[in-house]
Protein backbone atom coordinates (compact mmCIF):
# COMPACT_ATOMS: atom_id res chain seq x y z
CA UNK A 1 0.00 0.00 0.00
CA UNK A 2 1.53 3.36 -0.68
CA UNK A 3 2.13 6.30 1.54
CA UNK A 4 -0.70 8.22 2.78
CA UNK A 5 -0.51 11.70 1.56
CA UNK A 6 -2.17 14.18 4.20
CA UNK A 7 -2.88 17.68 2.88
CA UNK A 8 -4.74 18.79 6.51
CA UNK A 9 -5.79 17.41 9.64
CA UNK A 10 -7.09 18.53 12.92
CA UNK A 11 -9.39 16.78 15.45
CA UNK A 12 -12.22 16.88 13.58
CA UNK A 13 -11.34 17.00 9.61
CA UNK A 14 -8.26 15.14 7.58
CA UNK A 15 -7.78 15.56 4.06
CA UNK A 16 -5.75 13.30 1.80
CA UNK A 17 -5.06 12.43 -1.03
CA UNK A 18 -6.80 8.83 -2.85
CA UNK A 19 -4.50 7.08 -5.09
CA UNK A 20 -5.72 5.60 -7.90
CA UNK A 21 -7.57 2.38 -7.88
CA UNK A 22 -7.98 2.32 -4.01
CA UNK A 23 -11.41 1.56 -2.23
CA UNK A 24 -12.36 5.02 -0.64
CA UNK A 25 -14.24 2.55 1.67
CA UNK A 26 -13.96 -1.11 2.50
CA UNK A 27 -15.96 -3.84 0.19
CA UNK A 28 -16.57 -7.49 -0.10
CA UNK A 29 -13.15 -8.03 -2.11
CA UNK A 30 -11.74 -7.75 1.31
CA UNK A 31 -8.97 -5.01 -0.88
CA UNK A 32 -7.42 -2.25 1.31
CA UNK A 33 -9.01 1.08 1.17
CA UNK A 34 -8.12 5.03 1.70
CA UNK A 35 -10.45 4.69 5.04
CA UNK A 36 -8.48 2.10 6.21
CA UNK A 37 -5.09 4.23 5.14
CA UNK A 38 -6.31 6.99 7.25
CA UNK A 39 -7.36 5.16 10.47
CA UNK A 40 -4.02 3.38 10.63
CA UNK A 41 -2.48 6.23 10.40
CA UNK A 42 -4.28 8.36 12.85
CA UNK A 43 -4.05 5.07 15.31
CA UNK A 44 -0.20 5.41 15.01
CA UNK A 45 0.85 8.94 15.00
CA UNK A 46 -1.20 9.74 17.97
CA UNK A 47 -1.00 6.14 19.87
CA UNK A 48 -4.88 5.80 19.82
CA UNK A 49 -6.15 2.30 21.19
CA UNK A 50 -9.07 0.10 20.13
CA UNK A 51 -11.02 1.43 17.16
CA UNK A 52 -10.84 4.62 15.71
CA UNK A 53 -13.51 6.72 14.82
CA UNK A 54 -13.60 8.00 11.21
CA UNK A 55 -16.19 9.32 9.34
CA UNK A 56 -17.27 8.64 5.55
CA UNK A 57 -18.35 11.59 4.20
CA UNK A 58 -18.15 11.31 0.65
CA UNK A 59 -16.75 8.62 -1.99
CA UNK A 60 -14.27 8.63 -5.09
CA UNK A 61 -14.92 5.61 -7.86
CA UNK A 62 -12.20 3.04 -7.16
CA UNK A 63 -10.35 3.92 -10.31
CA UNK A 64 -10.63 7.75 -9.36
CA UNK A 65 -7.76 9.11 -7.45
CA UNK A 66 -7.90 12.61 -5.65
CA UNK A 67 -9.10 14.67 -2.96
CA UNK A 68 -10.77 13.24 0.08
CA UNK A 69 -11.99 14.93 3.20
CA UNK A 70 -13.03 12.66 6.39
CA UNK A 71 -14.44 13.57 9.47
CA UNK A 72 -12.47 12.78 13.05
CA UNK A 73 -15.76 13.57 14.82
CA UNK A 74 -19.66 12.61 14.78
CA UNK A 75 -20.23 16.57 15.24
CA UNK A 76 -18.06 17.19 11.73
CA UNK A 77 -19.40 13.80 10.53
CA UNK A 78 -23.09 15.34 10.32
CA UNK A 79 -21.89 18.61 9.07
CA UNK A 80 -19.80 17.71 6.49
CA UNK A 81 -22.44 15.33 5.21
CA UNK A 82 -25.02 17.62 5.29
CA UNK A 83 -22.64 20.06 3.52
CA UNK A 84 -21.78 17.31 0.68
CA UNK A 85 -25.58 16.35 0.22
CA UNK A 86 -26.89 20.28 -0.38
CA UNK A 87 -23.28 20.81 -2.62
CA UNK A 88 -22.46 23.55 -0.57
CA UNK A 89 -19.10 23.33 -1.46
CA UNK A 90 -16.89 23.02 -4.52
CA UNK A 91 -15.95 19.84 -5.70
CA UNK A 92 -13.46 19.96 -8.79
CA UNK A 93 -11.72 17.32 -11.40
CA UNK A 94 -9.23 17.04 -14.25
CA UNK A 95 -10.19 14.70 -16.82
CA UNK A 96 -8.43 13.31 -19.99
CA UNK A 97 -11.19 12.91 -22.83
CA UNK A 98 -11.25 11.68 -26.58
CA UNK A 99 -11.58 14.38 -29.38
CA UNK A 100 -11.61 17.88 -28.97
CA UNK A 101 -13.82 19.79 -26.27
CA UNK A 102 -15.48 23.32 -26.81
CA UNK A 103 -13.83 26.12 -25.08
CA UNK A 104 -16.79 25.74 -22.41
CA UNK A 105 -19.87 24.57 -21.34
CA UNK A 106 -22.44 22.89 -19.29
CA UNK A 107 -24.17 19.17 -19.47
CA UNK A 108 -27.80 18.44 -17.79
CA UNK A 109 -29.14 15.32 -17.84
CA UNK A 110 -31.30 12.86 -15.82
CA UNK A 111 -29.14 9.74 -14.81
CA UNK A 112 -30.21 6.36 -13.42
CA UNK A 113 -28.41 4.11 -11.62
CA UNK A 114 -28.78 0.33 -13.25
CA UNK A 115 -29.31 -3.02 -11.24
CA UNK A 116 -26.02 -3.93 -12.95
CA UNK A 117 -23.86 -1.04 -11.15
CA UNK A 118 -23.86 0.82 -14.49
CA UNK A 119 -25.56 4.36 -14.93
CA UNK A 120 -27.46 5.64 -18.06
CA UNK A 121 -29.54 8.70 -19.18
CA UNK A 122 -32.93 8.03 -18.53
CA UNK A 123 -36.09 10.44 -18.35
CA UNK A 124 -36.96 9.11 -15.29
CA UNK A 125 -33.31 9.59 -13.66
CA UNK A 126 -32.48 12.12 -11.52
CA UNK A 127 -31.03 15.73 -12.70
CA UNK A 128 -27.11 15.70 -12.79
CA UNK A 129 -25.32 18.94 -13.72
CA UNK A 130 -21.76 20.02 -14.27
CA UNK A 131 -19.54 22.59 -15.91
CA UNK A 132 -16.57 22.14 -17.68
CA UNK A 133 -13.80 24.18 -19.53
CA UNK A 134 -11.37 22.82 -21.80
CA UNK A 135 -7.41 23.83 -20.59
CA UNK A 136 -5.55 22.21 -23.63
CA UNK A 137 -5.89 20.23 -26.41
CA UNK A 138 -3.55 17.37 -27.86
CA UNK A 139 -4.22 17.02 -31.83
CA UNK A 140 -1.49 14.30 -31.73
CA UNK A 141 -3.51 12.32 -29.46
CA UNK A 142 -7.06 13.80 -30.32
CA UNK A 143 -7.65 14.30 -26.66
CA UNK A 144 -8.78 17.17 -24.36
CA UNK A 145 -7.64 18.32 -20.89
CA UNK A 146 -10.78 19.75 -19.07
CA UNK A 147 -11.26 20.89 -15.65
CA UNK A 148 -15.04 19.80 -14.24
CA UNK A 149 -16.62 21.15 -11.56
CA UNK A 150 -19.31 19.35 -10.52
CA UNK A 151 -22.75 21.31 -9.72
CA UNK A 152 -24.69 17.36 -8.59
CA UNK A 153 -23.15 14.06 -7.33
CA UNK A 154 -24.60 11.38 -9.23
CA UNK A 155 -23.42 7.80 -9.54
CA UNK A 156 -20.68 7.85 -12.12
CA UNK A 157 -21.77 11.24 -13.48
CA UNK A 158 -19.04 12.59 -15.21
CA UNK A 159 -18.12 9.66 -16.43
CA UNK A 160 -21.89 9.13 -18.65
CA UNK A 161 -22.23 12.60 -19.39
CA UNK A 162 -18.81 12.78 -21.72
CA UNK A 163 -19.27 9.74 -22.74
CA UNK A 164 -22.95 10.30 -23.90
CA UNK A 165 -21.38 12.95 -25.99
CA UNK A 166 -19.03 10.89 -27.41
CA UNK A 167 -16.04 12.15 -25.43
CA UNK A 168 -15.72 9.08 -23.35
CA UNK A 169 -13.12 9.37 -20.64
CA UNK A 170 -9.29 8.06 -22.02
CA UNK A 171 -8.92 4.97 -20.15
CA UNK A 172 -12.94 4.65 -18.80
CA UNK A 173 -13.13 0.66 -19.20
CA UNK A 174 -16.87 1.01 -18.24
CA UNK A 175 -18.22 3.41 -20.21
CA UNK A 176 -15.56 4.24 -22.92
CA UNK A 177 -12.71 1.90 -24.62
CA UNK A 178 -11.30 -1.02 -23.39
CA UNK A 179 -7.92 -0.46 -23.97
CA UNK A 180 -6.44 -1.36 -20.44
CA UNK A 181 -5.73 2.02 -19.66
CA UNK A 182 -5.54 3.95 -16.00
CA UNK A 183 -8.98 6.24 -16.41
CA UNK A 184 -8.25 9.57 -16.84
CA UNK A 185 -10.22 11.47 -13.88
CA UNK A 186 -8.78 13.14 -10.44
CA UNK A 187 -10.40 15.31 -7.94
CA UNK A 188 -7.57 17.86 -7.77
CA UNK A 189 -9.38 20.62 -5.64
CA UNK A 190 -11.83 20.78 -3.08
CA UNK A 191 -12.87 23.92 -0.81
CA UNK A 192 -15.42 23.50 2.17
CA UNK A 193 -16.51 25.24 5.42
CA UNK A 194 -14.77 23.90 8.53
CA UNK A 195 -17.64 21.98 10.63
CA UNK A 196 -16.54 23.48 13.82
CA UNK A 197 -14.51 26.73 13.32
CA UNK A 198 -16.82 27.58 10.13
CA UNK A 199 -13.01 28.66 8.46
CA UNK A 200 -13.08 27.73 4.44
CA UNK A 201 -10.91 25.43 3.52
CA UNK A 202 -9.74 24.99 0.23
CA UNK A 203 -7.20 22.15 -1.17
CA UNK A 204 -6.00 21.60 -4.46
CA UNK A 205 -4.05 18.62 -5.65
CA UNK A 206 -2.65 17.78 -9.31
CA UNK A 207 -2.48 13.88 -10.41
CA UNK A 208 0.57 11.92 -10.58
CA UNK A 209 2.93 12.74 -14.11
CA UNK A 210 2.20 8.81 -14.99
CA UNK A 211 0.25 7.31 -18.05
CA UNK A 212 -1.62 9.49 -20.65
CA UNK A 213 -1.17 12.49 -17.73
CA UNK A 214 1.89 13.30 -19.30
CA UNK A 215 0.66 14.67 -22.75
CA UNK A 216 -0.29 17.69 -21.12
CA UNK A 217 1.54 20.27 -18.60
CA UNK A 218 -0.47 20.13 -15.17
Known sequence: MKDLKVLYEDNHVIVVVKPFNVLSQGDATGDPSIMDMVKDYIKKKYHKPGNVYLGLVHRLDRPVGGIMVFARSSKAASRLTKAFSEHDLTKKYLAIVHGKMDSKGEFVDLIEKGKDGNSFISKNGK???????????????????????????????????????????????????????????????????????????EFKEYPPQIGDWTIFTL
Open 127 to 201: EAILDYELLEYNSEHDCSLVSITLKTGRHHQIRVQFASRGHALVGDQRYGVLDNKQICLFAYQLSFTHPVTKEVL
